[in-house]
C-alpha cells in the first residue's frame, strides 16, 4: 500500500482516547452549520452498490441512523481534523455497514460479537462484486480499512492508537447514540440531518439491540461498554431527545 493509497483510505494512526484527540483540537470558533446537502453521499458505483445493499437489509431506523453517522462525521471532520484526507467514499462505506451486524438475522447466525461479524460481512460484501459489475468492487486496503473501523467502532479505549477513519465513526456513532461532544456539531447541523434521516424512536430501538445481543451473547463486546450502563446512556440521551 502506497503512503498516498493509505491516507485515502483512513490508515492514518491517530489517538484511541477521544478525549486526548478531542482535547489535542483548539478550534478558534464554535461548530459552523453543516446541512446535509454540503455532505453528500459519494457518487460513485461503489457506494451506490453498497448503499443498495444497505437499504435491502438494514431496518428503516438502523439506515437513518448510519447515515447520520455519515452527515455528523463529515460535519466534525471539517470543524475539528480538517487535515484528515480519508476520501469520503471510504466514510460513507464505514457508515452504510456499521451496524450490518445487528440485524436480528445476523444476531442469530453467529456467536461472534456484532461489530466483528459485520466487520466480516463487510469485507467480504465490498471485495464480491457481482459479475455482471465488476468495477464495484472495493480494492482490497480500501476494503480492509472499512473492516477495521466497523470491527473497532465499539471498542472505546484510552490508550494505544486507532486508524483516523475508525476514529471518526466511534465519534460520530457515539454523539448519535448517547449525544456525547455536543460542542462538536452545530444544533442547526442535528436539525436538518434529523430531517433528512429521522429517528424514528432510535434511542429505544438501539437499546433493544443492546440487551438482545447481551442476553444471546454474554461475552459479547458490547457489555465492554456496561451491560446496563450502555443501554442506559442510550435511553437517556438529552441532546437527541427532541427529534426522537
Known amino acids: 500500500m502506497s503512503p498516498d493509497t493509505q491516507t485515502l483510505f483512513g490508515f492514518t494512526s491517530v489517538a484511541s482516547s477521544a478525549q486526548v484527540l478531542l482535547s489535542s483540537v483548539k478550534p478558534s470558533s464554535p461548530a459552523p452549520f453543516i446541512p446535509v446537502s454540503a455532505t453528500p453521499v459519494p457518487n460513485t458505483v461503489l457506494s ?30 471539517s470543524y475539528l481534523f480538517p487535515a484528515w484526507a480519508f476520501t469520503d467514499e471510504t466514510y460513507f462505506l464505514a457508515c452504510v455497514l456499521h451496524d450490518i451486524g445487528s440485524t436480528d ?13 459485520g466487520g466480516l460481512l463487510a469485507l467480504d460484501v465490498l471485495q464480491r462484486a457481482p459479475a455482471s459489475a465488476p468495477e464495484t468492487a472495493a480494492p482490497k486496503d480500501q476494503a480492509e480499512s472499512v473492516a477495521e473501523a466497523i470491527i473497532r467502532h465499539q ?50 430501538c438501539f437499546a433493544a439491540t443492546i440487551h438482545k ?17 450502555f443501554p442506559e446512556k442510550v435511553l437517556g440521551n438529552k441532546l437527541m431527545e427532541p427529534f426522537e
Open 48 to 77: 451506490h452498490r453498497i448503499n443498495e445493499y444497505a437499504q435491502s437489509h438494514l431496518p428503516v431506523p438502523t439506515y437513518n441512523h448510519s447515515l447520520r453517522v455519515y452527515h455528523y462525521g463529515l460535519a466534525m471532520k
Open 105 to 117: 438475522e445476523n444476531l442469530k447466525a453467529t456467536k461472534l460479537s456484532f461489530e466483528f461479524y
Open 155 to 204: 471498542d472505546l479505549c484510552e490508550n494505544g492508537k486507532i486508524t483516523a477513519v475508525g476514529q471518526l465513526l466511534q465519534l460520530a456513532t457515539i454523539f448519535d447514540n448517547t449525544g456525547a461532544y455536543s460542542d462538536c456539531v452545530h444544533h442547526s447541523t442535528i436539525e436538518d440531518v434529523t430531517k433528512h434521516f429521522p429517528r424514528i424512536k432510535w434511542s429505544s
Open 213 to 229: 445481543e447481551n442476553e444471546l451473547k454474554p461475552w459479547s463486546h458490547t457489555t465492554t461498554l456496561g451491560e446496563n450502563a
